[in-house]
């Protein structure tokens, strides 16, 4: 059973950091691109970050020089750290595989940038 357990969320002032982690099973992690997605309220989830199992990364260019993803293929963790908040980064982010996710969704975890 393919789950994801995201964590790492909570409210933080402009231009602030968080970490995210997301714990994988249920798949051969290692051998998956691995992405973050987060959702806004009121607009579509969108794909932000994404690795590939070989280490390449590519990012959205809302994030691109914010945020880093890496991953722990022991762990079956993948990471975001995301730097230099902003209020429109606000939103609930997710991981999966990527580009194309599994039909299965964590609960994903919330990200609130807020003076």
């Known amino acids: 059973q393919v789950q994801f357990v995201e964590s790492g969320g909570g409210l933080v002032r402009p231009g602030g950091s968080l970490r995210l982690s997301c714990v994988a099973s249920?798949?051969?992690?290692?051998?998956?691109?691995m992405g973050w997605y987060r959702q806004a309220p009121g607009k579509q989830r969108e794909l932000v970050a994404r690795?590939?199992?070989?280490?390449?990364?590519y990012y959205g260019d809302s994030v691109q020089g914010r945020f880093t993803i890496s991953r722990d293929n022991d762990k079956n963790t993948v990471f975001l750290q995301m730097n230099t908040l902003k209020p429109e980064d606000t939103a609930d982010y997710y991981c999966?595989?990527?580009?194309?996710?599994?039909?299965?969704w964590g609960r994903g975890t919330q990200v609130t940038v807020s003076s």
């Open positions: 999966n595989t990527a580009p194309t996710p599994r039909n299965f």
């Open positions: 249920g798949i051969t992690f290692s051998t998956y691109t």
């Open positions: 690795m590939t199992a070989s280490g390449i990364h």
